[in-house]
């Protein structure tokens, strides 16, 4: 065969192998290669429901900006190899345990800019290496919390395995220490742009083994000056955990504290390396 031919044959290869994965794509996206990764492109196509056909060997779907509301069980069994799904800028309400069985090799999932009401904790079992979730610019997400914390739930999520959580425009008003207490391997927060006026000293235990935290943009104040006192003292030694600047009460906020430390301010201090200076 000469080189011309073989040329030939190559691309009317490639073309053939083309033409076949479009021809398994969900009907109304696209499917390609990203980075060498098969990648299913279904945002904006005034989806209701997930795809229910298209080829099971795809890594990457994008399904933001449809009108996604409701998710069952198995709402993904289709794509069993994902590991990276967007469902940002929907109309998601309600995450239930069970959503994302059949696809549990996901790593990455991206649902911010949704309208959830209801986060159950355990809705991510079926991912057991979920290591990235994003529930950003979700605003009943602060309510859910206030009306959790009145239950005394354990948990907020239960993910051994993820690593970053983003929590970001929220509305979220208080930092209750279960937000993070099923979450082990968590080292990165995303809480900015919320409406935490203070952080109690029992959260702080809880967020101590993180390795990156972002506060910015809530509007810390310097009321209950004992617990802010501790809050600052937690920040000055841990700074170089915070990837953004905030600010916090002045130094002056700590008079009259250190004359009745609790119990509880004695084993954050212990738990966090923090000093009394």
């Given amino acids: 065969m000469s080189a011309a031919a073989a040329v030939i044959s190559l691309v009317l290869l490639l073309g053939s192998v083309a033409q076949l994965a479009q021809a398994q794509c969900p009907l109304k996206c696209r499917c390609m290669a990203v980075s060498n990764k098969p990648y299913v492109d279904c945002q904006a196509r005034n989806f209701e429901k997930p795809p229910n056909t298209g080829d099971d060997t795809y890594l990457e779907m994008n399904l933001s900006r449809n009108r996604l509301k409701s998710l069952g069980s198995y709402s993904f069994e289709k794509f069993p190899q994902l590991l990276v799904l967007d469902l940002s800028y929907n109309f998601i309400v309600e995450l239930h345990d069970g959503v994302f069985k059949g696809a549990d090799r996901i790593e990455h999932l991206d649902l911010s800019n949704n309208s959830l009401v209801f986060v159950s904790p355990h809705f991510l079992e079926s991912c057991p290496g979920i290591q990235f979730l994003s529930l950003a610019r979700n605003e009943y997400i602060g309510k859910v919390m206030e009306k959790e914390n009145e239950e005394k739930v354990q948990n907020f999520l239960v ?33 900015s742009n919320n409406k935490i006026k203070v952080l109690p000293v029992i959260s702080i235990v809880s967020v101590c083994r993180l390795i990156t935290i972002n506060l ?37 906020v700590r008079q009259g504290c250190e004359l009745n430390i609790t119990r509880e301010e004695q084993e954050v201090r212990s738990k966090c390396l923090l000093t009394s200076e």
């Fill in 159 to 191: 993910a051994p395995s993820l690593r970053t959580l983003v929590l970001s425009d929220c509305q979220i008003t208080t930092f209750p220490p279960w937000i993070v207490s099923g979450l082990p391997g968590l080292s990165t927060l995303d809480i």
């Fill in 216 to 252: 910015e943009r809530n509007p810390f104040n310097c009321e209950g000056a004992c617990a802010n006192a501790v809050t600052k003292n937690y920040f000055i030694e841990n700074k170089t955990k915070f990837d953004k600047n905030v600010t916090f009460c002045p130094r002056n």
